[in-house]
């Protein structure tokens, strides 16, 4: 064998000899000689497991596990090795002997299952692999070779059993691919609760167009205990992707559980703007959501919902984008919307808005609900509109009750209208600014007397009082002469009255007057000598009361009282006075 290198006749001495060591020394020849078949044979007549592992390598590289297997189990009887265990799993696997594996793994073995399972796997030969993994419960590797078998039900019960997300994932994907969804599902649960996991399955269902089950998967997911904000946020952005209509009343009820702003840009993208301002108002976002709910309000403008986020806006302009909005697009209700933006309005800057684009009008309840903040710009267009619509009547009394506007230049407007009840307003305007010959020269004109002698009684001006006597003398106005003289009683000279009813013939227009005046003369009079008598009484008893005693006695006077004092009054004048008094 080693000399000539003639196996045949090494082979032939062999048999002819039957010694073991020949068997060996030739199994060993025939193996470096690629003698495989006969190799085997010749260290099994040998008994000789002793080169086990190069007969098994060269075998298996060969194919030769048929052969092979009678030498593992000679070298079985003998040996303890795992190579040769594992070996034999491997060729029964190579020829397709499962039952065999199944009574070999019952026996008692030192193969290293693992390795040869993955060998087997490796080698795509899944049904031997399946055997092996299900000996060891090595469940992550039977869940992954099940796949392969597409035993999808076991596999997923290997993966619960394994809990392991690397399988999980396997399993999942490959349910996914042969459509499989109530045992993706399984798997998908077990995946959502993991937040990292959420981006790689949802682009895996999308990626093949399984929108619905995608979306049932989440839907289900919501009730597990160990539910997080990233599986609400993610429902919520399918919903807006995929199934819109359910998306309000999935904000409505898990608003407090998403990720707000993620959610806002699907909406957004979406073009999802009821769901987009409900965000927002939840977000405290209440800028955006005014000025998307005005943007977007063919579809999301809702009056009440707008007046409740419009007050919490931090940026006052968009009180004033509003206000334009509505005038556009609801005038009906800008009245409503201007009363609740009151208390931060620039009211003047609201005014001009509104007169600037001619619509002053539109606003006139507004304008008579801020009165009372007695503002000038508030109060001169409100007077305006009073002066349009001709109400003389609330043009009067706004002015009396809020005096802060331009009342001189109201006046020089009034003054020109062609209605008598303005003109009298401006009138008593220039009265109350002491403009007293402005105010009667006005009141003159339109023959309003009694406003006339009014405000002359206002003046306390003797000056405008007596022209406006000398006025009504002049125009032989007698009556409105008697009724100034009454009116404007403490103001008037009298020595002024009796020259002018001197001169025209008025005394007996003026009697009742003179009577007054006398009376009241009288009156002075009277007063003035009581208080005289009070006087000379208390003098008398001081006097009295001052003089010192003599000698122990009071000095007594004998003369009696002292005259009485004559008695005052005075001589008749000719104009109906003098009666002396005592």
Request: with cysteine.
């Amino acid at each position: 064998v080693e000399d000539i290198m003639s196996l045949d006749r090494g082979e032939d001495y062999a048999e002819k000899e039957d010694v073991p060591e020949l068997w060996s020394q030739l199994g060993a020849a025939q193996l470096n000689g690629l003698r495989i078949s006969e190799a085997i044979n010749s260290y099994i007549k040998a008994n000789d497991p002793s080169n086990f592992e190069q007969v098994i390598e060269i075998a298996e590289h060969a194919g030769k596990e048929e052969e092979l297997i009678p030498f593992l189990l000679m070298s079985r009887q003998t040996l303890r090795e795992p190579i040769v265990d594992g070996a034999i799993i491997n060729s029964y696997a190579s020829l397709g002997k499962l039952g065999e594996i199944e009574e070999f793994l019952k026996l008692s073995n030192v193969a290293n299952l693992e390795q040869i399972g993955d060998k087997l796997y490796d080698a795509k030969n899944y049904e031997a692999a399946k055997l092996i993994y299900s000996n060891i419960s090595n469940y992550s590797k039977l869940a992954s070779t099940l796949v392969y078998l597409k035993d999808y039900q076991g596999a997923v019960d290997c993966a619960r059993k394994a809990s392991n997300i690397k399988v999980w994932k396997q399993v999942n994907q490959a349910c996914i691919e042969n459509q499989e969804f109530k045992l993706a599902q399984i798997c998908g649960l077990n995946l959502i609760v993991h937040a990292e996991e959420l981006d790689e399955l949802v682009n895996q269902y999308e990626y093949n167009g399984y929108f619905e089950q995608l979306i049932s998967l989440f839907e289900n997911g919501l009730s597990l205990e160990r539910a997080h904000m990233g599986m609400f946020t993610e429902l919520s952005i399918l919903y807006t992707k995929y199934q819109p209509e359910k998306t309000m009343e999935h904000l409505k009820l898990f608003w407090s559980r998403i990720n707000i702003p993620k959610v806002i840009r699907a909406c957004d993208d979406s073009h999802l703007w009821p769901e987009l301002i409900f965000l927002y108002c939840h977000y405290d976002e209440w800028d955006n959501a005014a000025l998307t709910m005005m943007e977007r309000s063919e579809t999301s403008f809702e009056h009440s919902s707008f007046k409740e986020i419009i007050v919490k806006v931090g940026n006052l302009e968009i009180y004033y984008k509003a206000i334009n909005f509505y005038v556009n697009q609801y005038p009906s209700l800008l009245i409503d919307l201007l009363s609740v933006l009151i208390p931060r309005l620039d009211l003047p800057r609201v005014v001009k808005i509104f007169q600037k684009s001619d619509n002053l009008p539109m606003i006139k309840p507004f304008l008579i609900s801020v009165l009372d903040k007695n503002n000038s710009v508030v109060n001169q267009a409100y007077h305006d509109l009073l002066i349009e619509e001709e109400d003389y009547k609330a043009l009067r009394s706004v002015i009396d009750a809020h005096d802060k506007f331009d009342a001189l230049g109201l006046a020089e407007r009034l003054e020109k209208h062609e209605l008598i009840f303005f003109r009298q307003i401006a009138a008593i305007i220039y009265r109350n600014n002491k403009k007293w010959s402005k105010s009667i020269s006005l009141l003159k004109s339109d023959k309003l007397w009694s406003d006339a002698i009014e405000t002359a009684s206002i003046s306390k001006n003797n000056k405008i009082v007596h022209e406006l006597l000398q006025y009504f003398v002049e125009t032989g106005n007698k009556e409105c002469f008697i009724a100034t003289l009454y009116s404007c009683y403490s103001y008037i000279d009298y020595d002024v009255v009796l020259e002018l009813s001197w001169l025209n013939n008025l005394e007996d227009y003026i009697k009742p007057y003179t009577i007054s005046v006398a009376k009241e003369n009288q009156q002075k009079i009277n007063e003035m000598y009581k208080d005289f008598k009070i006087r000379e009484d208390e003098k008398k008893k001081s006097e009295s009361e001052n003089q010192a005693p003599i000698l122990g006695q009071r000095l007594m006077i004998t003369n009696g009282g002292a005259p009485a004092p004559a008695p005052i009054g005075f001589q008749s004048t000719g104009m109906g006075f003098g009666n002396g008094f005592n």
